[in-house]
């Protein structure tokens, strides 16, 4: 440090030299409890990514669903977090997937087989399955992201990915993105009980709700940039911004044959794309 | 030793200076306390000390600031940093809040600055014991009290090892119980010799801890001088600085003609 000679805010008693060094807390970087929690990050992020470019690229229903199965539902029970990935998922989903299958279901043009009329609106069975794929599709997206966001700590995707040679700051701007998420929801209930408080509406009819929840998303985003732009004065006070790779404590542990699972996983994507384009498919 | 020269500083966009002709002199060893009305300068002086303005946070600076001896106008950011450590008020907000756990918290700034890694658990460790946290090094930073997060914020900045520390109203946003926290480890980091600027409106904190005080107003150093003799002159409280309950005391005890050394007992 260059400075060694000169006195330090509370200097230590005795040299550090005659100190037992001690060591990193066990508990740091501890692998996680099932082998699943246990893959690389970047492992369940390909996994999650690849994921939703599937259910996307492949189009129909049985292709979709048999990765929602898979690479989602399969995964997420034998990891024991079944219940949480579906209920956290489906909360995702439903708000788009209901008006996409409404909208589909009822105005899908030029659609001959009707199913049920509803007043002056008809229902149609091409409508149906076109609402269907669409729901399929967002379900997994939904479900492929909140499993690899439930099964992964934040610290461990950060630490791997400035590992693999990412800048610090970008690192930074992931971890704050990611950690963001459940404060983003902590602030938005609050300053919904404080404008419900002040007489606007969030609890009722769908419509009433909408207009309710306008004008939270100002306050909450705002709020979230205001911290970070703050956080930077505490980040400089730290040397955050000194040029050069910083020490890293620890890093999650990528074997070699992970490496393979995600080049592999992410071959499929040219494989299906170019099978697609070929005119093959899935019902 | 920290040295301000002539320090003026405007923000960027701002009419005029917020500080002017600030001459102050910092040295090793030395607890000083900052007061002054809201408003006075006293954030000011403090970003100004660390170094944060005019790097992180745009302006014009008149005038220099040297540690030891050296103009420190051409330092970078970074290097700054390792010799003098800073905090605001607001403890979320000293948090890095990329980090899942205390220890990592507080290894942050070593890490930063491209420590071996054995120095910085090493350094981690001595700065939990430091502020008496070693119990918190597993919790996540984002779920502490706010005295509590105070003191990993401090102990991160221990861990960096700085020759000086800068803390702008440290007990500012904290309870009772939480600036008692504060107060006891600023206490013994002082006792221990620690070099330290501190703005603080709480003057009995000052009383307990500060050599000297500098009272500002209106961005000028109206006053400064030894800890008790700031304290006690009656002139600051037109200033809007609050008395410490002990010159309170000894003030209503006078004018009510008892005997001054009923306070000894209180004092000790
Ligand atoms: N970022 C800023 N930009 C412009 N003016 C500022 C800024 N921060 C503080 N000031 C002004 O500088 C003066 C001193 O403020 P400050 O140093 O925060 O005082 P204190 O900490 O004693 O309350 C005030 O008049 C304030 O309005
Ligand atoms: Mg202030």
């Known amino acids: 440090m260059g400075h060694d000679t000169l006195t330090t805010v509370g200097d230590p008693a005795e040299p550090a030299g005659d100190r037992l060094a001690r060591p990193l807390p066990a508990w740091l970087g501890r692998p996680g409890p099932t082998s699943w929690h246990r893959l690389n990050p970047l492992t369940k992020l390909t996994i999650a990514v690849v994921t939703s470019i599937q259910a996307v690229l492949l189009g129909g229903i049985v292709g979709p669903s048999m990765v929602l199965l898979l690479a989602v539902v399969l995964p997420a029970v034998r990891t024991g977090v079944g219940r949480q990935v579906i209920r956290t998922s489906l909360l995702l989903a439903l708000p788009l997937a209901i008006s996409a299958s409404l909208v589909n279901l009822f105005f899908l043009p030029d659609a001959p087989t009707t199913l049920f009329e509803l007043g002056p609106f008809r229902a149609t069975e091409e409508g149906a399955r076109f609402a269907l794929e669409i729901v399929i599709r967002v379900v997994?997206?939904?479900?492929?992201?909140?499993?690899?966001?439930?099964?992964?700590?934040?610290?461990?995707?950060?630490?791997?990915?400035?590992?693999?040679?990412?800048?610090?700051?970008?690192?930074?701007?992931?971890?704050?993105?990611?950690?963001?998420?459940?404060?983003?929801?902590?602030?938005?209930?609050?300053?919904?009980?404080?404008?419900?408080?002040?007489?606007?509406?969030?609890?009722?009819?769908?419509?009433?709700?909408?207009?309710?929840?306008?004008?939270?998303?100002?306050?909450?985003?705002?709020?979230?940039?205001?911290?970070?732009?703050?956080?930077?004065?505490?980040?400089?006070?730290?040397?955050?911004?000194?040029?050069g790779r910083r020490t890293l404590l620890w890093s999650p542990s990528d074997p070699a044959y992970e490496r393979l699972v995600r080049w592999s996983l992410v071959l499929t994507i040219p494989v299906v794309v170019i099978v697609r384009a070929g005119g093959w498919g899935l019902p | 030793m920290i040295h301000l020269e002539g320090v003026g500083y405007r923000y960027a966009g701002a009419p005029r200076p917020s500080v002017l002709g600030l001459d102050l002199e910092l040295r090793d060893g030395e607890v000083v306390g900052v007061v002054g009305a809201a408003e006075a300068g006293k954030t000011t002086l403090c970003l100004l000390v660390a170094g944060l303005a005019p790097r992180a946070i745009r302006g014009e600076l008149r005038g220099t600031v040297r540690i030891d001896d050296e103009d420190v106008g051409p330092w970078p950011m970074h290097r700054l940093a390792e010799v003098v450590g800073s905090m605001s008020q607001d403890p979320s907000r000293?948090?890095?809040?990329?980090?899942?756990?205390?220890?990592?918290?507080?290894?942050?700034?070593?890490?930063?600055?491209?420590?071996?890694?054995?120095?910085?658990?090493?350094?981690?460790?001595?700065?939990?014991?430091?502020?008496?946290?070693?119990?918190?090094?597993?919790?996540?930073?984002?779920?502490?009290?706010?005295?509590?997060?105070?003191?990993?914020?401090?102990?991160?900045?221990?861990?960096?090892?700085?020759?000086h520390l800068v803390l702008d109203e440290p007990t500012a946003?904290?309870?009772?119980?939480?600036?008692?926290?504060?107060?006891?480890?600023?206490?013994?980091?002082?006792?221990?010799?620690?070099?330290?600027?501190?703005?603080?409106?709480?003057?009995?904190?000052?009383?307990?801890?500060?050599?000297?005080?500098?009272?500002?107003?209106?961005?000028?150093?109206?006053?400064?001088?030894?800890?008790?003799?700031?304290?006690?002159?009656?002139?600051?409280?037109?200033?809007?600085?609050?008395?410490?309950?002990?010159?309170?005391?000894?003030?209503?005890?006078?004018?009510?003609?008892?005997?001054?050394?009923?306070?000894?007992?209180?004092?000790?």
């Not at chain 1, 461990?156 to 701007?173: A, K, N, Q």
């Not at chain 1, 300053?191 to 929840?213: C, K």
């Not at chain 2, 071996?116 to 502490?144: G, K, Q, S």
């Not at chain 2, 013994?188 to 005080?213: F, H, P």
């Open chain 2, 94 to 163: 000293q948090l890095s809040g990329v980090n899942g756990s205390v220890f990592e918290e507080v290894c942050f700034g070593p890490m930063n600055l491209g420590m071996p890694r054995a120095e910085i658990v090493d350094r981690a460790w001595w700065a939990l014991d430091a502020l008496r946290i070693t119990d918190l090094a597993e919790r996540d930073p984002a779920r502490l009290s706010g005295g509590q997060m105070q003191l990993v914020a401090l102990a991160g900045l221990l861990a960096i090892r700085p020759r």
């Open chain 1, 140 to 243: 997994a997206i939904a479900g492929a992201l909140t499993l690899f966001y439930i099964t992964t700590r934040t610290s461990d995707l950060v630490v791997d990915l400035e590992r693999r040679g990412m800048s610090p700051r970008l690192t930074f701007v992931v971890g704050s993105a990611v950690t963001m998420v459940p404060q983003m929801v902590d602030r938005a209930s609050a300053i919904a009980a404080a404008q419900r408080a002040r007489g606007l509406d969030t609890e009722g009819s769908p419509w009433r709700r909408m207009r309710g929840v306008l004008p939270l998303v100002g306050p909450t985003i705002m709020g979230a940039l205001n911290e970070v732009e703050e956080r930077t004065l505490a980040l400089e006070a730290r040397g955050f911004t000194r040029p």
């Open chain 2, 173 to 268: 946003q904290l309870d009772p119980a939480g600036t008692r926290l504060v107060g006891d480890a600023l206490q013994r980091l002082a006792s221990d010799g620690a070099s330290i600027l501190i703005a603080e409106q709480k003057t009995d904190l000052l009383a307990r801890i500060a050599d000297r005080v500098v009272v500002l107003d209106e961005g000028r150093i109206a006053m400064e001088g030894l800890t008790d003799t700031v304290l006690a002159d009656p002139s600051i409280e037109t200033l809007g600085i609050p008395l410490p309950l002990m010159v309170v005391l000894r003030r209503a005890v006078a004018d009510a003609g008892i005997d001054a050394r009923v306070l000894d007992v209180v004092e000790t």
